[in-house]
């Protein structure tokens, strides 16, 4: 029972390289998002999607990127690394979406860029 | 607008001493309020949800209430595995709203 798996769970990047933070979820949820945690400032929405092929933006999308090609699979791409982007990366699913069912959360990635 | 806070950013409690944690939120179209428990180094891990002022959901030691301005996390007489992160959060519309959290510690 894997539920929401995200890869890698460690990451270093220096400033100006791109990268790809994995998410899966074996639970057959249609909405999947993506969420950054940061001292002080709580869990706060990047982008999300309510199926595949379909994809919107959160409150703090600036230098990601997503798409959606199937219902199991999420990923976020970092395009050009910031040091403003160091966080710890949280994918969370849902069945029906907010309000119809909680989040479930994967155990999250944490990105230092230098 | 949205904006959820949660009070004390700390607690700690001698095991078996009860208290209560706070959500208070501001959001525009309420769909469901949320509470969720994080422990170092893990996600989130869905506690309760609320959709109504009056309502209250329990689980072991834990008890959320439900007002139309905030919510409330009780815990009754608890032990050190409850010590952990408690983080609220309200959804609105497509979007959740997380509040930053009290950090719960639990002395033996």
């Known amino acids: 029972n894997a539920g929401v798996t995200q890869t890698p769970k460690f990451q270093v990047l220096k400033t100006g390289q791109s990268m790809t933070l994995q998410c899966a979820q074996d639970?057959?949820?249609?909405?999947m998002s993506w969420y950054r945690q940061d001292p002080g400032m709580g869990l706060r929405l990047i982008h999300y999607?309510?199926?595949?092929?379909?994809?919107d933006q959160g409150e703090v999308p600036n230098g990601y990127n997503v798409s959606r090609s199937t219902t199991e699979d999420f990923p976020l791409r970092l395009l050009s690394a910031a040091p403003s982007q160091t966080s710890v990366y949280f994918c969370?699913?849902?069945?029906?979406?907010?309000?119809?069912?909680?989040?479930?959360f994967g155990n999250g990635t944490r990105l230092t860029v230098t | 607008e949205d904006q959820v806070t949660q009070s004390p950013e700390a607690l700690r409690l001698q095991e078996g001493e009860s208290s209560s944690l706070n959500c208070s939120y501001t959001?525009?179209?309420?769909?469901?309020l949320f509470w969720y428990r994080q422990d170092p180094g893990k996600g989130p891990e869905f506690l309760f949800t609320?959709?109504?002022a009056g309502e209250e959901k329990e689980k072991e030691r834990l008890k959320a209430t439900l007002t139309k301005k905030e919510s409330f996390l009780h815990i009754t007489a608890p032990k050190p595995e409850d010590s952990a992160t408690y983080l609220c959060?309200?959804?609105?519309?497509?979007?959740?709203?997380f509040g930053t959290g009290t950090s719960l510690t639990v002395i033996p």
């Open positions: 999607s309510v199926g595949a092929g379909i994809t």
């Open positions: 609320l959709y109504s």
């Open positions: 959001v525009s179209g309420l769909r469901g």
């Open positions: 639970m057959n949820h249609e909405y």
């Open positions: 969370a699913s849902s069945w029906g979406g907010p309000g119809n069912s909680p989040l479930h």
């Open positions: 959060a309200v959804q609105a519309w497509n979007q959740f709203y």
